[in-house]
């Protein structure tokens, strides 16, 4: 079975899929940054983007203690926030940093079960969005982020024609 690493990771979270998702998952990610000490005070946060990217893509191949076997696809990856904030200082105003936040998860069935052997494509692609993003200033160099992700296996065999 040969998941394909995507490139083109989606960003937001499509309306109307090409494809319909085969199994998916919620996952919810966060984490505290301080500004680097070389940088200076954040005023505000004027613009946060994104970039998300997956560093493994695994079939694992599972036997439970009861003798059933089945398949859990493993998913990890960063994602990057691109963070511009406003500083205290009167020259220089507009500053930039970038965190990296990890994640991973393994993706079964909706029930939690496992998937069943044979049910996966033989080429899948996984793909991952940020539903939901909130950011907080603690202090003057400290950001909070939380996020909710959505990652989800799409078929990638071609239509056979």
């Excluded at 560093?55 to 694992?60: G, S």
């Excluded at 994602?79 to 991973?104: A, G, K, M």
């Excluded at 959505?150 to 071609?158: R, S």
Aim: overall charge negative.
């Amino acid at each position: 079975m040969g998941a394909i690493q995507n490139p083109d990771v989606v960003q937001l979270c499509p309306a109307f899929p090409d494809r319909e998702a085969l199994y998916f998952k919620e996952i919810f990610v966060s984490d505290t940054f301080k500004i680097p000490e070389e940088k200076p005070d954040k005023e505000q946060i004027v613009n946060v983007n994104t970039s998300v990217d997956l560093v493994d893509v695994q079939t694992i191949e599972v036997e439970l203690p009861d003798g059933e076997t089945g398949e859990k696809v493993f998913t990890a990856g960063n994602i990057y926030l691109d963070v511009q904030y406003s500083s205290t200082r009167e020259t220089q105003t507009v500053h930039f940093v970038r965190y990296q936040l990890p994640f991973q998860t393994y993706i079964v069935t909706d029930c939690g079960d496992l998937i069943t052997e044979g049910e996966l494509p033989d080429d899948y692609v996984v793909h991952v969005c940020i539903e939901k993003m909130l950011e907080e200033q603690i202090d003057e160099r400290t950001i909070n982020f939380e996020l909710l992700l959505l990652v989800w296996v799409e078929d990638a065999t071609p239509p056979v024609q």
